[in-house]
């Protein structure tokens, strides 16, 4: 009955790989989001989908991904990984109307 | 860009005592909200006050919105070792459903 779920909950890989982060919600959310934290615990959004429409598309490299194949759905694919992605990557989902999010507990990416 | 800024940064204090935690912003809000974070673990939101509210409680939550002076803040009174966590503000503008965070504040209750 877990809301919003991540997997995987850890991911460890090394640099120049590829590999994806999904993301379920089962809240009858409409606009899911892809947060990104850093060591020093700074969120700053990524990407977001309203009804399976990118609708907020920050400054990231385009080595990541977005898709949502429905409402419900929102996965990051991230390709050629670097050091520098090392973070803790966080789903979330509200709805339209600026009520609170509802975020999963995180995948923590570690680049090696 | 960054909205809400944390102020203090790290809190320590005894259980039982009121924790205070500060966030200013530099645009005008729709909403105002506060997280919290436990280690290892996403938010959980705790509260949201929009920007015609002047003062939200929830519990032992209490929230002030200033909105002239374009800050926020949140009391957490009788505090247990269990509000051990990170707390983050959040502003959400107009026309946009995308949530600015703060830095957040690591509030540390000694049992």
């Known amino acids: 009955d877990t809301a919003v779920s991540q997997t995987p909950k850890y991911l460890v890989t090394q640099m120049g790989n590829d590999k994806s982060i999904k993301c379920e919600q089962n809240l009858g959310h409409d606009t899911m989001y892809w947060y990104k934290q850093d060591s020093k615990k700074f969120l700053k959004i990524m990407f977001s989908?309203?009804?399976?429409?990118?609708?907020i598309n920050e400054t990231v490299p385009n080595r990541f991904s977005p898709k949502s194949p429905d409402k419900a759905h929102l996965n990051l694919h991230i390709n050629s990984l670097e050091l520098g992605d090392s973070a803790v990557y966080f789903c979330?989902?509200?709805?339209?109307?600026?009520?609170?999010?509802?975020f999963g507990s995180g995948t923590r990416l570690t680049v090696v | 860009s960054q909205q809400g800024e944390e102020d203090p940064q790290a809190l320590s204090i005894q259980e039982g005592e009121n924790a205070t935690m500060n966030c200013s912003y530099k645009?005008?809000?729709?909403?105002l909200q506060w997280y919290r974070q436990n280690s290892g673990r996403g938010l959980v939101h705790l509260i949201l006050?929009?920007?015609?509210?002047r003062e939200k409680h929830s519990g032992r939550l209490r929230v002030t919105l200033d909105t002239s002076k374009k800050s926020s803040s949140l009391l957490i009174t009788a505090s247990r070792a269990a509000d051990t966590a990170s707390y983050f503000c959040a502003t959400a503008v107009y026309g946009n459903n995308r949530l600015a965070f703060g830095k957040g504040n690591q509030v540390v209750v000694i049992p």
């Open positions: 006050i929009r920007s015609n509210e």
């Open positions: 979330a989902s509200s709805l339209t109307g600026n009520y609170g999010y509802t």
């Open positions: 645009t005008s809000i729709n909403n």
């Open positions: 989908y309203n009804n399976k429409e990118l609708i």
